[in-house]
């Protein structure tokens, strides 16, 4: 990354775009907390990011945000709901009570019926509705989505940006790289990166 200057505000969707290799990934990881940045400073929640200890860091990860793949990372031994549960089991959120909060996720966006499948059992649409239920498990403010609709058909990419537009709706902050400009229609802001700089941000 290159001269960054970006201020991200609560509430706002906002799409990075660019070609493989422009930064937007690491932008990413470093606005969820995967990365440090190496220079400069980078403020989440009135936090210095560069400053912050592991645990914090873990801890924000866990609890203030959400995360959304292109490829599910559900993982496969263990059913849709127990998938679901993770998060908040690792926050030690008492198991009844975890699991009827990941059931209402499940009937939210209409896979509850698939809660006793392996994920390996369920379509690809399905497989991405329930990572969108476990990103919202612990109720973050912050959802991180990393091409959400990159192994997609068409109906099925229609369907996350729905859900993806109601929780944006519905006051939550959506960072989201994508290489379809079609789906950033809804989008507060879309920013287009090249070799590691900003070239628009509008």
Not at 42 to 47: A, E, I, S
Not at 76 to 92: D, F
Request: a neutral charge; aromatic letters at 2%.
């Amino acid at each position: 990354m290159k001269g960054i200057d970006l201020e991200i505000e609560n509430g706002e969707f906002v799409a990075l775009m660019g070609p493989s290799g422009s930064g937007k990934s690491t932008l990413l990881n470093i606005i969820g907390c995967l990365d440090r940045p190496t220079s400069g400073r980078f403020l989440l929640l009135g936090k210095d990011i560069s400053r912050t200890p592991n645990e914090e860091l873990a801890r924000i990860r866990r609890e203030e945000m959400g995360f959304i793949f292109q490829t599910f990372n559900l993982i496969a031994r263990i059913s849709v709901l127990q998938n679901v549960e993770i998060p908040m089991m690792l926050r030690g959120v008492p198991r009844g009570v975890r699991r009827e909060r990941a059931m209402k996720l499940l009937e939210s966006i209409n896979v509850a019926h698939r809660a006793d499948f392996g994920p390996q059992n369920i379509s690809g649409g399905e497989r991405q509705r329930v990572a969108i239920a476990r990103a919202l498990a612990n109720d973050p403010q912050i959802i991180i989505a990393d091409e959400p609709t990159g192994n997609l058909d068409l109906k099925n990419s229609d369907e996350v940006m729905k859900i993806l537009n109601q929780l944006h709706e519905e006051g939550r902050t959506i960072i989201m790289v994508t290489h379809n400009p079609e789906i950033t229609e809804n989008c507060s802001r879309v920013i287009r990166l090249r070799d590691g700089r900003i070239l628009e941000n509008c």
